[in-house]
């Protein structure tokens, strides 16, 4: 079974930037689509990002776009998410996610496109 681990999560000022990290725990983890999730208190767990299995292709919601980058290093097992230019609206809890090898860009966006989730991390942006 997959484990997920989330880190990089804490506290930034509007404007500022955090770095999430993704380790997953099988070599294997790395043939398959990740994504990048976030939930707020009283709210929905929402999509935010999510990467094909070679990193070629990625996805984003709109409140991410342009300010947002979704990477992945195989080597690693490790997915990225950098969020620069971050807003108070960003505060959450961020979870990763494994797919299938294959999605479509609306498979993407659906929580129930993933089978195993992280923990999660809380970010926390400050106005």
């Known amino acids: 079974q997959v484990q997920l681990v989330e880190s990089g999560g804490g506290l930034v000022q509007t404007g500022g930037s955090l770095r999430l990290s993704c380790a997953a725990s099988e070599r294997t983890s790395s043939n398959y689509a990740m994504g990048w999730f976030r939930q707020s208190p009283g709210k929905e767990r929402e999509f935010v990002a999510a990467i094909n299995w070679n990193g070629g292709t990625t996805y984003y919601a709109d409140s991410a776009k342009g300010r947002f980058t979704i990477s992945r290093d195989n080597a690693k097992n490790t997915v990225y998410l950098q969020m620069d230019r971050m807003k108070p609206e960003d505060t959450a809890v961020y979870y990763c996610?494994?797919?299938?090898?294959?999605?479509?860009?609306?498979?993407?966006?659906?929580?129930?496109?993933?089978?195993?989730w992280g923990q999660g991390t809380q970010v926390t942006v400050s106005s």
């Open positions: 996610a494994k797919g299938p090898r294959f999605i479509t860009p609306a498979q993407a966006m659906r929580i129930m496109t993933y089978n195993y």
